[in-house]
């Protein structure tokens, strides 16, 4: 998966979320989308932590 902004990972993780809660998906789709869902979980998660070590340095500047 490249990386997406934030907010692109984000709206597709929920969309993988809310198809899986719907229940509607074969097994083989729901397993794909939960594989989806993590990696964009992934890579919300690499931001905020690029993001919070950008914020510590900027607090430790100033």
């Known amino acids: 998966m490249d990386k997406c902004k934030f907010e692109e990972s984000l ?6 979320c809310e198809k899986i809660k719907a229940g509607d998906l074969p097994l083989e789709a729901a397993i794909a989308c939960y594989n989806e869902g993590k990696a964009h979980y992934k890579n919300c998660k690499s931001i905020l932590e690029e993001a919070t070590q950008s914020i510590e340095v900027i607090e430790r500047n100033q």
């Open 11 to 16: 709206a597709k993780l929920q969309e993988a």
